[in-house]
């Protein structure tokens, strides 16, 4: 069995006898010699280049991809008999570290004080003596009730942080449950559970039933005090609202690491939306143990079992 492994990404997964591995270019036209492949993994491979080898790759019976959300690998166009697995667990603690940084940036006026820094100005308002709840102001976690929105992985490695920190956390997801330890609602009951958030922290990934999630229906919901975060997927939020809500001073402030539309286009309106802080798309970009995970699939899908983190298609 050939498995194609991408060179955007150091690999040295230890295979099994008769598993024969070999690197490609991500960017590339998988090569002609190589287009017997029976196991494709991906990481970083633009659209083109994935629906090119789901046309090119004829023995093709399993993807892994390495990334959490396997929407670019589902859109690519890979035959229904394809199994396509996720990189769900790779990025737990990446994205847990970066929606942390994110959070505490918006708490903690960052934004506010780099800008006094360029003027080269002490910024007396963001320091010196504070009252630990500010009237009308969220800026610190000791006692922030956080809303974790798309209870996976991610979220529950996050969420004792947080908690951790002295935050008051709770999950929404589909349906209602204690999930890790921390109570969870049911999506059906989250416009009243908005209304006692302090910082939403968005965690969804992309399908039809996750776009614009965050609309300006839940916008209107949260207290104007309130903070969201997204570091799930850019289509879970509808940015027109977002935007709205930040130049009409209707939320606090957002930081959003993901966008409809990646690279955010040099015209849009969210570049100079107020008290909005965006990151290109770096909470996750670095799984940790892939290694493992492809060793773990491929001895049960040669072994026929169930591979872990099979994608409903």
Partial sequence: MKMLLPTSTPLTPELPAGVVAAAYDVTDAIPAEHRDAEVLVVWGN?????????????????????????????????????????????????????ALALILALMRRVPAALAAQAEHRWADELGGLQPLRPEGAVTSLVGARVLLWGFGGIAQT???????????????????????????????????????????????????????????ARLAALPAHAYVVNVGRGTTVDEDALLAALTEGRIAGAAIDVTAVE????????????????????AGGRPVNADALIEANVAAFLAGRGLVNVVER
Avoid: C, Y
Wanted: aromatic share 4%.
């Fill in 46 to 98: 633009p659209g083109d280049a994935l629906a090119a080898a789901a046309r090119d790759l004829p023995r093709l019976r399993w993807v892994q991809t390495l990334a959490a959300g396997p929407d670019a690998v589902l859109a690519a166009g890979f035959a229904d008999d394809v199994v396509v697995t996720s990189g769900v667990g790779l990025h737990n603690a990446t994205v847990t570290e970066h």
């Fill in 158 to 216: 996050l969420a004792p942080v947080l908690t951790a920190l002295g935050a008051t956390v709770r999950g929404a997801a589909r349906s209602a449950g204690t999930r890790a330890g921390f109570d969870v609602v049911a999506e059906a009951d989250l416009d009243a559970e908005l209304a006692a958030t302090d910082v939403l922290v968005m965690i969804l990934p992309a399908t039809p039933a996750t776009e614009k999630a965050l609309d300006a």
């Fill in 263 to 282: 690279p955010l286009p040099a015209e849009s309106p969210l570049w100079g939306a107020p008290n909005l802080l965006i990151t290109p798309h770096g």
